[in-house]
């Protein structure tokens, strides 16, 4: 495969987590990388790269049109007598990219909800949106140093997300904590992609798996409703499912690249194969990095059965609650194969339940919703 044309060095400056002993060119504003914020990067890179190298191979290009003529030729009619059939949220909104889990947890939150921001866009970030980011900044300045890399390619903002996961990873067996960590695998036959906020390990020196923490932040001392709960749960144990897998050595490489269509023999820049090197790594391609990121996960452990959610108050960041639950397995595969089934078309989208809407005070699509429309003229 031949990569696409490079915009200038300076077109995409891409944070990367720094070892104590790297000599970074320029340190980062604070500021953190979300799910939110990594898909939209996926996003703008996915389109700048569309302008230099197909997505569609020209034999799978050749092949959908012979399966085309197939269908129209079985039918007996013209394409015009055949109604076409509506493409999924999946095909439309996440082609050739990942699922975030934000997005997992957002339809699970309401499924109506998630349509209109596909439809129509996100509703801009409140306050409190804002206050929260600001703290997840906050804490992984504690533990993450930040530098600040051009990124040329999609190759190479992967290579990025790897690196992160190697010295953030190497980081938590060496100083017991590390924050902002990528994940990536396939969870039910579609890609998904997070940041895990915390990793701990534990302190009793007993057991050596770590503990997966997110932390959250609340306007109002009070403590989360049992649909807020259920949320995180959802959250967490997508991110241990992600974590697991990756130890479990289940990461499928060749998917991987052509999935995303990513050259493996891709020749890293001067500028990315210089940082790498200072981490103490030698990577010259794609494929190089990728093999560090797989030889890391194989000496990690596999994360605990007990994960952690923190609730604090924005304000002045005291500690609310601290719920600790265990991972079940069972009820994951549910919640993902329900949050799929919307992604995939093959259902109607649900509203929330009558228990829960409450939430509909909270949304910014109120006023467009059917359900409210309904609920009012009754």
């Known amino acids: 495969m031949i990569p696409g044309p490079q915009p200038p060095p300076h077109a995409s400056p891409a944070p990367m987590h720094s070892s104590p002993s790297a000599t970074p060119r320029q340190e980062l504003p604070v500021e953190i990388v979300s799910d939110e914020e990594m898909?939209?990067?996926?996003?703008?890179?996915?389109?700048?790269?569309?302008?230099?190298?197909?997505?569609?191979?020209?034999?799978?290009?050749?092949?959908?049109?012979?399966?085309?003529?197939?269908?129209?030729?079985?039918?007996?009619?013209?394409?015009?007598?055949?109604?076409?059939?509506?493409?999924?949220?999946?095909?439309?909104?996440?082609?050739?990219?990942?699922?975030?889990?934000?997005?997992?947890?957002?339809?699970?939150?309401?499924?109506?909800?998630?349509?209109?921001?596909?439809?129509?866009?996100?509703?801009?970030?409140?306050?409190a949106m804002k206050a929260g980011l600001e703290r997840h900044a906050q804490l992984e300045q504690e533990v993450v140093e930040r530098v600040e890399v051009a990124i040329r390619s999609e190759e190479e903002l992967w290579t990025v997300k790897f690196m992160n996961f190697i010295m953030g990873t190497n980081q938590l067996m060496f100083k017991g904590i590390t924050r902002e960590i990528p994940v990536i695998g396939v969870v039910e036959g579609s890609w998904m992609i997070g940041i895990i906020d915390e990793i701990r390990m534990p302190i009793d020196g007993i057991s050596l798996q770590p503990i997966l923490v997110d932390t959250k932040t609340r306007v109002r001392p009070t403590i989360p409703s049992e649909a807020q709960k259920r949320n995180g749960r959802l959250q967490l144990m997508c991110y241990k499912y992600l974590w697991d897998n990756l130890i479990a050595e289940k990461f499928p490489a060749e998917n991987f690249f052509s999935y995303f269509d990513l050259d493996p023999n891709y020749l890293l820049s001067d500028d990315i194969r210089q940082y790498i090197s200072s981490l103490g790594f030698n990577a010259k391609t794609f494929e190089d990095v990728l093999k560090y990121f797989k030889a890391t996960c194989h000496t990690l452990p596999r994360s605990g059965e007990s994960l952690l959610?923190?609730?604090?108050?924005?304000?002045?960041?005291?500690?609310?609650?601290?719920?600790?639950?265990?991972?079940?397995?069972?009820?994951?595969?549910?919640?993902?194969?329900?949050?799929?089934?919307?992604?995939?078309?093959?259902?109607?989208?649900?509203?929330?339940?009558?228990?829960?809407?409450?939430?509909c005070s909270f949304c910014k699509f109120a006023s467009k919703c059917p359900m409210i429309a309904s609920t009012s003229r009754c």
């Open 309 to 359: 959610l923190r609730y604090e108050l924005q304000s002045d960041h005291s500690l609310l609650e601290e719920y600790q639950f265990t991972y079940d397995a069972s009820w994951f595969k549910d919640q993902i194969q329900q949050v799929l089934s919307f992604w995939q078309g093959s259902r109607e989208t649900k509203f929330v339940t009558e228990e829960e809407r409450w939430k």
């Open 39 to 127: 898909a939209f990067i996926d996003a703008a890179l996915a389109a700048a790269a569309a302008g230099g190298r197909p997505l569609v191979s020209s034999t799978a290009r050749r092949a959908a049109a012979q399966l085309s003529c197939a269908a129209h030729s079985a039918a007996g009619g013209d394409i015009e007598d055949s109604p076409v059939p509506r493409r999924s949220l999946l095909a439309r909104f996440r082609e050739r990219r990942a699922l975030a889990v934000t997005d997992i947890t957002a339809t699970e939150w309401c499924e109506k909800q998630m349509e209109f921001m596909l439809e129509h866009g996100k509703p801009e970030r409140t306050e």
